[in-house]
């Protein structure tokens, strides 16, 4: 019940990031994404890896998303003059990185589903921004941002399972 409600909550804030976003409203994606984060920080049984992930998570987002909105591949509604990604984004990589301990454990035990999960479900998720709400528009030609978008989502689904696999490891180890 706790994965259901993880995952629903995610998609809670992609919304409301999204949407907010096209409105002109960043903020409100930024604040969904908060109250999702310490809802499930609070809920976590693990809160150091959690916080590491949404750490890391955050500067996955400014380094893929701000590369792709610097070179001209993505260009994001509602940027934020002097950051390289919006922070509407950043709070979508923070709310996603609580997934990773909960509802997309799974993905933890298994690199190879968590590259397949990253390169096409990101694209998806992004395409899905861009032609259903216009939060996000690819520059043409789309494909070398779908290209992108999966390399860049698909190592880094792989390196954070894999941050929260070793540190979950970690934390478990006797003193």
Known sequence: MRAL???????????????GAVHGRWWSGVTAACA???????ASRDRRVDTCLVVCAVLAGIVLDGTL?????????????????????????????MTINHSLAFLKNSPIAALVFGGI????????????????????????????????????????????RRSTIAAQAPV
């Open 5 to 19: 409600a993880n995952i629903i909550g995610y998609q809670c804030v992609w919304f409301a990031a999204v949407l």
């Open 36 to 42: 999702f984060v310490l809802a499930q920080w609070i």
């Open 69 to 97: 909105a610097a070179s001209g591949v993505l260009r994001y509604a509602s940027p934020q003059p002097g950051l390289a990604a919006p922070l509407w984004i950043l709070a979508l990589w923070a709310a996603f990185a």
């Open 121 to 164: 479900g990101a694209p998806l998720a992004y395409f899905a921004a861009a032609r259903g709400f216009g939060a996000v528009e690819f520059i043409a030609p789309a494909w070398r941002g779908a290209v992108a978008l999966a390399a860049g989502w698909a190592i880094a689904l792989v390196l954070l399972t894999f941050l929260a």
